[in-house]
């Protein structure tokens, strides 16, 4: 029997909010998907050429299935690419869907393939501000894939950072289909994160040559899988495991492993087990509700994951019909302890996490303590329960799941909600006379939870760099980066600002970052107040700091202020920037209509608009 979960007044307080706000948006979308499932896929039906042109390339048994319209057909909709290390294992995937979807009685086809940028190629590179644009591309290459109207459910394969949103917001735009995300996983451990961290330290400061980076980056970086630090990527996975679009315990496998396989092919078992041709429909647009979305964000919240996901959620739900804002996510931080440590939060790596308990703890925890909505829906029916249990391979080699850790196997990592690393979740929403803005504090000392300093102002992470070598940056200050945000150039990543930031808060210097930029799950030990929107070029108030005003990052109370007179501050010019070299080149003019048509960062920085 299923254990009975009390949940948290505040959570449901939340979830209501919520599911008002929504309503009507909500009630549009379903509406839409319940048509398109009454038109359900119907082979049989198709004209002759339509339908040969389905099975045309097939095999002689799943082509027999497909020409006489009995089984069900599932669209494999993939991400892979043998760049990525994380879409590598992808490679091997689609025969074992097949072979999967025979045992089942129907038949997998790759329906299409989508985009997959690596951020740690492009990271401080031209290409790094098409990243999160990307995400819309693949949204919309999604719908392409789907738009055969020919399967009757869909499993996609991705990983990385923009892909998993983009996938699951061209699945819900398919929201009749069940689907079912399936994961490869995380690469073996090699280079501890905070040697590699230490490292790239050492070589900003001049102290270390590029051969000695280099090989640290190589030792760190090493083989198929997921990077091992808990960045976007890996939040993505931790994501579609509490939103229950993965199988229970399916996130943190390692690739090209046995148990890996068989989740596999378990997966594409899943996604034909719950078609409208049977008796156990899951709809994805049903399933991910406002109860999912705030599992999402509690789950965000107590592993101390990625801020780009309060760009990412907020536009997933969107495509739901459900309105999420920047004030859920605080609110839900005020509820959520923080129960994992796991680099840049900590030393530990994706691998000590899943090996301390991993995800089955962490839901377990949190169920306990009524955080989560028990009785969401996943892809295995309703309720969270499942997901306390842990896949094993029986000594047959079949599947299997066992109950999962009760207690961490490594309290340095991984703790329980009766002692947790912090009370509160890792994310805070600032506000204040610079606009709105997030800072991940999981990875900061509590003592730097609050900076006031002069501004020291740059328009791109290259000037602040080039600052640093000659010397300038001295005493106290804030780095404000501005006309980094969607509009201005695509709001790329700024991870080359931390290692020399990092160098000056380690000399003693306080130091802090404002920018309408993004620096992902990997922002480090500098506290960095990011996504301020309004961003620079649409109006936004940090384009009138200028330097030596004094600002004030406070993340205990929640503000961002400039603390200049109100009537100067009123009266001061805009800056402006010429952004015409970040608009070619590499691609970027291609990209011309997204970033006039992207909405601000608070809104999801998405160019699609509300349902």
Not at 80 to 99: C, Q, T
Not at 243 to 250: C, D, E, K, S, V
Not at 528 to 545: C, F, K, M, N
Not at 588 to 610: M, T, Y
């Amino acid at each position: 029997m299923a254990a009975q979960h009390m949940l948290d007044a505040r959570v449901g307080e939340i979830t209501e909010r919520i599911v008002r706000r929504s309503q009507d948006a909500r009630r549009r979308y379903l509406d839409r998907i319940e048509a398109a499932a009454q038109r359900r896929p119907q082979r049989q039906a198709l004209g002759c050429a339509n339908q040969a042109h389905g099975f045309a390339a097939c095999g002689p048994s799943d082509k027999a299935m497909l020409r006489a319209g009995e089984g069900p057909s599932l669209g494999i909709v993939t991400a892979y690419n043998d760049m990525l290390s994380a879409h590598r294992p992808y490679e091997r995937y689609p025969e074992l869907l097949r072979e999967a979807a025979r045992a089942a009685g129907g038949a997998a086809l790759v329906a299409g393939g989508v985009p997959a940028m690596c951020d740690g190629i492009t990271q401080g590179e031209a290409g790094m501000e098409l990243s999160l644009f990307s995400r819309e591309v693949i949204a919309l290459s999604t719908a392409v894939a789907l738009s055969h109207q020919t399967f009757d459910a869909a499993v996609f394969l991705g990983i990385c950072d923009k892909i998993v949103p983009g996938l699951v917001i061209g699945a819900l735009s398919f929201g009749h289909l069940p689907a079912v995300f399936i994961p490869s996983g995380p690469m073996t451990s090699g280079l501890p994160n905070n040697e590699k961290s230490r490292i790239r330290q050492l070589y900003a400061e001049g102290k270390v040559g590029r051969d000695a980076l280099l090989e640290a980056e190589s030792q760190s970086y090493h083989g198929p899988g997921t990077c091992t630090f808990y960045g976007t990527a890996n939040t993505n996975q931790m994501l579609m495991e509490i939103m229950g679009l993965h199988l229970p315990g399916a996130s943190f496998v390692t690739p090209d492993t046995p148990l890996r396989d068989a989740l596999t092919k378990a997966a594409a078992q899943r996604a034909l087990a719950i078609t409208a041709l049977g008796n156990d429909h899951i709809p994805a647009g049903r399933m991910l509700d406002e109860k999912a979305f705030v599992n999402g964000i509690v789950g965000l919240h107590a592993t101390g994951g990625s801020t780009n996901h309060t760009l990412h959620l907020v536009a997933m739900a969107a495509a739901a019909g459900i309105a999420l804002s920047w004030d859920d996510f605080s609110a839900l931080a005020e509820v959520t302890p923080l129960l994992a440590r796991v680099y840049p939060n900590g030393s530990a790596d994706v691998n000590h996490f899943h090996a301390a308990g991993g995800m089955p703890f962490v839901v377990r925890e949190l169920l306990s303590a009524g955080l989560l909505h028990a009785d969401a829906e996943t892809i295995l029916g309703r309720g969270l329960e499942a997901y306390t249990r842990e896949p094993v391979l029986a000594p047959d080699g079949s599947l299997d799941w066992r109950d999962g850790a009760t207690t961490s196997g490594d309290d340095k990592v991984l703790r329980g909600v009766a002692a947790p690393f912090q009370a509160t979740g890792g994310l805070k929403v600032l506000d204040g006379s610079l606009g709105r803005a997030v800072i991940k504090t999981s990875a900061v000392a509590p003592e730097r939870h609050v900076i006031e300093a002069p501004a020291k102002v740059f328009h791109s992470q290259e000037e602040l760099q080039a600052a640093f070598k000659a010397g300038e940056l001295t005493g106290d200050l804030v780095a404000v980066v501005r006309f980094q945000g969607p509009k201005a150039n695509g709001m790329p990543e700024l991870h080359k600002l931390m290692p020399p930031l990092g160098v000056l808060q380690d000399r003693g210097q306080r130091v802090a970052l404002v920018t309408d930029g993004r620096l992902s799950g990997a922002s480090g030990k500098v506290p960095a107040a990011i996504h301020v929107t309004p961003e620079a070029l649409d109006g936004g108030a940090i384009a009138r700091i200028r330097d030596g005003d004094m600002i004030r990052v406070d993340a205990v109370t929640g503000r961002l202020e400039v603390l200049v007179p109100p009537g100067e501050w009123a009266a001061r010019p805009s800056a402006t920037a010429d952004l015409s070299a970040n608009h070619v080149g590499v691609g970027r003019e291609l990209f011309a209509p997204f970033r006039a048509a992207v909405g601000e960062a608070e809104n999801g920085a998405s160019i699609f608009a509300a349902v």
